[in-house]
């Protein structure tokens, strides 16, 4: 059948919830049913929701699941929020945590155009988790502090540098400038470590902005984009990943999801918002609070959202970036939680090293390779002086939280 | 001083908001300060957030206000939405109640275009509120069924009819056709009453496609748009706004709104969303949740919504449209609570009369000119039949509620 099925989790009185799972199925379809003369319902059937499944949860929650036919909406994400949550979600205690779309209408959206697979091929690394670092204290900062800081962080070893995302045009770093001077210092550091650093700039601005940026962002040698896609619409990081002249990588950060997704009751899940959604629309990248920092999600949110990122599906698999107080003796917890296909992020984990961002950067790497050896980061520590540093700082599992 | 302020309720330990506050303060724009030489201080002062204020409200929670100087972003919605609350809605119970603008950034943004008295004008009634209507259980129906609903709500004396924000694009309705069909059904009755209705056609699709179906519908002759806003974005109806070439008053619909506003712990204030920023971005008429229905938002968020639409501002006034649950009983509440600078808008209320949605549409103009000549609806319903059966039906004040 060709529709979407949403999940909802909403509160109400043990007893109620089919009353009211129905009311939702033909309220936000065909209106009304049982007073309908047979004719109509006839010609309306096609069009009516369906309660899929009703589970009470506790005695004041249940989860319910109701399909929405295709013939309702156009086949965007806009449509479809429309449908399934629009009145919904100013109605009271009622979370919207999955949807479920038909196969025929999963495949008008793109996926990520590079993935898991691309984003490896383009800094030529197959066997080992990547590592990303972030600027960290750019505002106000001209183009040598940034080039200086971006230096530092390549010859660490990271694979991926990226803006910090509050980072916008601005006089003395504009988008342009930054791509000249990013590329420029990567291919630098190229030449003479052989390692390949992308850096994702900022893409931001007015909306209708965006495309032309983003294709002058390409012909400028950019790596990749940074992208705050929920302060724009998902719809728009579709467009951005569907236009042909623009194709980078495009990594979406997690900004202002929680405005929609933090709340325990209202709104919608992380793992639609930063996992499937993501996925579906195209992000090349997702970056997520990990479960260990001090801007904590608890961890099987976390895992939810990895899960929707890189489960088997049609579409490239979304890199998982697991971000927000991470340093290098987290390693070994964040590739026993998300194996070796992610991204693993730090930002005062890497600046905050007693040797700089190019020894935050290497203690990291020292921490992946001594992970996938099979040795303990105490042991691999005695050979690895930057590993050393990070341990005596900041130790070893999440017990020390790092300044974000 | 150019900068934006914003206004956060969050939860914490008493005594801790200080600290807490200085933190978000420098960990949104320059990152670190104590630590810095004097000269890169100096450097960086411009660019520093600033805490303005900090009130404990209970033991557990305090209201903290927030100064971004303008430097640290372009002046658009969103980047302003990354800055103050991007990271810091993933970040526990915190919720952005209001952001202030200085005058030079305000300016940038236009307002409504038409506004109260534009819209005023388009149907030529300066001296009591406005009478709005919903299509009803539309979804799967064909053109003659919605013309024929039109013709019955125009005939009932309504000002507007707006699309069900749940009718899409669709083979039996199309976007053009219904722009057609409803300005001939419009035109029709005008020459029969002389009584100008304004039809907002649903604007729905991708979101480059928007501005040229925008443009398309004023070349039909559309009279107004419907727009899901939330499920786009704020700047894209920014932009619907500013194009020239659009010129269409432009009715925002909440839809999906809820998902970052209804929780009270977090997300953002139904006034900054329904309010504020749907004025500033160029709404000429925001439909939110009545406080009497049984979509219900309280009072108190109402009225700060409604505040925002109307207060006195560089900007047009945006028309408060309070929605669902209403019915003609509600009318000299309404009044009372809103006055005559609003748009009483129905669903069930109009179309579940006795007499068919021409006979709602009156009963609704037969209630407001009672609350105007101070006659009480119960004197009133004595010479007007159809208001006499409203109130049969549905009673007076809130007590009964209607069926969306």
Chains 1, 2 share one sequence.
């Not at 979407?4 to 199925?25: D, N, Q, R």
């Not at 505002?139 to 990271?158: K, N, T």
């Not at 005695?382 to 599992?397: R, T």
Request: net charge negative.
């Amino acid at each position: 059948m060709s529709e979407v099925i949403a999940t909802y989790v909403l509160s109400g009185k043990s007893g109620t919830f089919e009353k009211k799972a129905e009311g939702i199925a033909l309220g936000l379809t065909v209106g009304s049913w049982t007073d309908l003369p047979q004719l109509e319902q006839e010609q309306l059937r096609k069009y009516k929701g369906r309660v899929v499944e009703i589970n009470e949860l506790e005695s004041d929650t249940a989860e319910i699941r109701i399909a929405y036919p295709s013939g309702n909406y156009s086949n965007d994400i806009p449509a479809i929020l429309t449908t399934v949550f629009g009145k919904l979600s100013l109605d009271g205690r009622v979370k919207l945590t999955d949807i479920e779309f038909s196969d025929d209408l999963k495949k008008a959206y793109p996926g990520p155009r590079f993935g898991i697979g691309g984003i490896r091929e383009k800094v030529n690394v197959f066997d080992r988790p990547l590592l990303m670092s972030i600027f960290k204290g750019v505002i106000g900062r001209d183009l040598d502090y940034l080039q200086s800081q971006l230096r530092a962080q390549a010859l660490g070893g990271v694979d991926l540098v990226k803006d910090d995302e509050i980072l916008f045009d601005n006089e003395l770093t504009p988008f342009e400038e930054r791509i000249k001077a990013g590329t420029n210092i990567l291919r630098e550091v190229f030449e003479e470590t052989g390692a390949r650093t992308l850096y994702a700039v900022n893409l931001s601005g007015r909306t209708a902005t965006l495309r032309e940026k983003a294709r002058r962002a390409r012909e400028l040698g950019a790596d990749a984009l940074l992208f705050n896609v929920f302060t724009y619409g998902l719809d728009v990081l579709q467009e951005l990943r569907e236009d042909e002249e623009i194709s980078l990588p495009i990594m979406a950060h997690p900004s202002f999801s929680g405005a929609s997704a933090a709340s325990p009751q209202y709104g919608v899940s992380y793992s639609l918002w930063l996992g499937k959604f993501l996925r579906m629309t195209g992000a090349d990248l997702s970056l997520f609070p990990s479960p260990y920092g001090s801007v904590a999600l608890d961890k099987k949110q976390v895992l939810a959202i990895r899960d929707e990122l890189v489960k088997p599906d049609e579409f490239n698999e979304t890199f998982p970036v697991p971000s927000a107080g991470i340093h290098p003796g987290l390693v070994p917890q964040l590739i026993a939680d998300f194996g070796h296909e992610c991204v693993i992020n730090a930002g005062g984990g890497v600046h905050g090293h007693p040797d700089g961002a190019a020894g935050g950067g290497k203690a990291f790497r020292q921490a992946i390779e001594a992970v996938l050896d099979g040795t303990t980061l105490v042991e691999a520590a005695f050979a690895n002086k930057e590993l050393d540093e990070a341990l005596k700082l900041w130790g070893e599992g999440a017990a020390v939280s790092v300044k974000k």
